[in-house]
């Protein structure tokens, strides 16, 4: 049955929006994608990044992953497989996006898992823990940092202190820092709150998540940014701060 859905849809699809925007696909065919931006996500079902910004078809150039993770850059290259880092490298190098967004977002089963560790039920599982070991440090300061706190005010800390490591570690790629250096390309961090339907982007200056509620927003890294200004330590150090929600 959920094969079936899938397969009317694509039906629907067709019939429907492709002809409708007939004339936008046949320019994707003949030109090929020119995305400006880049949205590196979360592969939660619950979360796709093309509904919740309502882009068309080559809009955005995406990579989704479990957490939104960038993993740091490895240097020089290797011959292992890296999946996430050479989507990035094509979308800076290849396409010349403008922008990169890392979209973390509320309720994150990967961000989940990393905060309980052995307790977690997917503990066990052959992958997960060796990915999500990207944000490991992120999280072993957030639960020194908030001891005492419940485990839902961790696991949003993690979320999005994991999502400002993310940007952090876009970074480390050279040619990447480079454009950003030349003021060619921005860096986003975002968390989306699915509970309450709210976007919510990274403020360097004051090392918080404030509420978007237009079409303008802070970017999180750009011509200019120092570095110390994204470590996710500040976003933790500013959450500990605060009272428990």
Same mark, same amino acid.
Request: charged share 20%; aromatic share 8%; hydrophobic share 50%.
């Given at each position: ?33 020119s ?19 309502q ?36 979308? /800076? ?39 999500i ?9 957030a639960?020194?940092d ?8 961790? /696991? ?18 050279p040619?990447?820092?480079?454009? /950003?250096?030349?003021?060619?390309? /921005? ?32 970017p ?23 009272p428990?929600?």
């Open positions: 049955m959920a094969l079936d859905r899938l397969l009317q849809g694509f039906a629907d699809f067709r019939l429907g929006y492709y002809r409708e925007h007939l004339d936008l696909f046949e320019k994707l065919a003949t030109e090929g994608q995305p400006r931006i880049l949205i590196i996500a979360c592969a939660d079902a619950r979360v796709d990044p093309g509904i919740l910004t882009t068309r078809p080559g809009d955005i150039f995406t990579v989704r992953n479990v957490a939104a993770m960038v993993p740091p850059a490895q240097f020089p290259p290797d011959t292992r497989q890296h999946g996430t880092s050479s989507a990035i490298e094509f979308a /800076v190098r290849g396409l010349g996006v403008e922008h990169v967004v890392v979209l973390g977002h509320a309720l994150c089963g990967g961000i989940a898992a990393l905060v309980d560790g052995e307790a977690s039920a997917s503990a066990g599982y052959d992958y997960l823990s060796t990915w070991a990207v944000a490991r440090t992120v999280r072993d300061i639960v020194h908030l001891a005492g706190r419940p485990r839902e005010e961790i /696991v949003r800390a993690v979320e999005q202190a994991s999502v400002v490591n993310s940007v952090a570690n876009l970074m480390g790629f040619w990447l820092a480079e454009r /950003v250096a030349a003021g060619k390309l /921005v860096l986003h961090a975002w968390w989306f709150n699915l509970k309450e339907g709210q976007l919510y982007a990274f403020n360097p200056d004051t090392a918080v998540f404030d509420a978007v509620t237009g079409v303008a927003v802070t999180t890294v750009q011509k200019g940014t120092r570095l110390s200004a994204i470590k996710p330590e500040r976003l933790l150090l500013t959450l500990a701060n605060k428990a929600f």
